[in-house]
């Protein structure tokens, strides 16, 4: 046939001319057919049900020309019905299929109707790069915090993102890579990083609703990344040091137990192959120990049976130092005076690379910040 798309009737005829008169059986056709992508029929969208396309090419061919029609770029990717009509060659694309190839990009997410005008459509793959000087705004130390972690971040992520929360966002606070929300006087960041491939959501306003727009937020991205072939990882950003992340589904196991810390060196351990400070991802360190490093070095042990609040201990943070600071290449070995278990141990001596005068620098710094926490702790 040298139709581009037909009526799904037409279709049922052609059916019944060929011997095939089962409706459940046509149906059933119709579905293998579109999975294939030799014809497509949505039956199950009562947008798209009465039209069977014949040739896949026609519905690309369209949706390509309207993505790159030059006045978009000048309107920051809003676009007009009356467009389709000046853009789209009305041979191939007569007026009464403009409102199909309107509702294919809507199922696909590549745009979405204004509330307050039917004939307005907005694409936001198309919309500015720059994001708006509010963004500056921001204090990820006063916000819930959250990330998704990818391989690779998706084209399309965060256009597909807008529009499914347009509702929960104004124009002005649309771009590209990015969006803020409001909801019940909380207002999140959301905004992709296609070098750190991640998206980071920040969540300001009262602390009881918070988590309510997060689970709005992690519910669109969930049902958007159901259609990749990946599932990308789920941090949490440690309080006062957003460089560091912790697993989510983890932190949510140990609020169930009622557990509210946890060792700070352990988790640092097994993040630290993906999370790199800014001082360590200049310096190109992975976290992974080096050869030829003494195991003592990589075995920290654990702190003490009490355990210490996460971003609360002087402790926890003056072995930290040891492992994340700058001075994490230079060091071969710690040593720890009075037992494995370095929460009881007296005093630490720090092996480097470069001489017993460094090690013996860092050993008194890293000592002085244990005596300081643990006279803290007797006062």
Not at 210 to 222: H, K, Q, V
Not at 268 to 289: E, H, L, M, V, Y
Not at 350 to 360: A, E, K
């Amino acid at each position: 046939m040298d139709e581009n798309y037909i009526p799904f009737e037409k279709y049922r005829d052609i059916c019944n001319q060929d011997g095939e008169t089962d409706s459940s059986h046509q149906d059933s056709l119709a579905v293998h057919l579109h999975s294939l992508g030799i014809a497509l029929n949505d039956k199950d969208d009562p947008r798209l049900r009465d039209t069977h396309v014949l040739n896949p090419h026609w519905v690309n061919n369209g949706i390509y020309t309207l993505l790159n029609v030059h006045e978009l770029a000048d309107t920051n990717g809003e676009l007009e019905s009356a467009c389709l009509s000046r853009t789209l060659d009305t041979t191939n694309y007569p007026p009464e299929r403009h409102g199909f190839l309107l509702d294919l990009m809507r199922k696909f997410e590549l745009c979405f109707r204004f509330q307050e005008d039917d004939h307005r459509y907005l694409i936001p793959d198309l919309l500015d790069k720059q994001q708006p000087a509010v963004t500056a705004d921001s204090n990820p130390a006063e916000c819930l915090n959250f990330r998704y972690e990818y391989p690779i971040l998706p084209a399309g992520l965060l256009p597909r993102f807008i529009v499914r929360t347009h509702i929960l966002s104004a124009p002005t606070l649309r771009w590209r890579t990015g969006v803020i929300l409001e909801f019940e006087g909380n207002r999140a960041l959301v905004r992709g990083d296609r070098q750190q491939r991640s998206v980071s959501i920040n969540i300001q306003g009262p602390a009881h609703s918070r988590r309510r727009l997060l689970a709005i937020i992690c519910s669109d991205f969930d049902r958007i990344h159901s259609s990749f072939k990946f599932t990308p990882t789920k941090r949490v950003p440690i309080p006062g040091n957003s460089t560091v992340t912790v697993s989510y589904e983890e932190l949510l196991a140990r609020e169930k137990q009622g557990r509210k810390s946890f060792d700070v060196l352990s988790r640092q351990r097994r993040t630290a192959g993906t999370q790199r400070s800014g001082s360590a991802q200049r310096r190109g360190f992975r976290g992974q120990p080096r050869p030829g490093i003494s195991s003592r070095s990589r075995h920290l042990g654990r702190p003490s049976s009490a355990g210490h609040d996460l971003g609360h201990s002087d402790y926890c943070a003056a072995l930290g130092l040891a492992r994340h600071s700058l001075w994490r290449p230079q060091i071969c070995a710690i040593e720890w005076e009075g037992g494995n278990d370095v929460g009881q141990s007296r005093c630490c001596l720090v092996r480097c690379r470069n001489g017993d005068q460094t090690g013996d620098r860092i050993s008194s710094r890293l000592n002085m910040r244990m005596m300081h926490h643990r006279s803290r702790q007797h006062r």
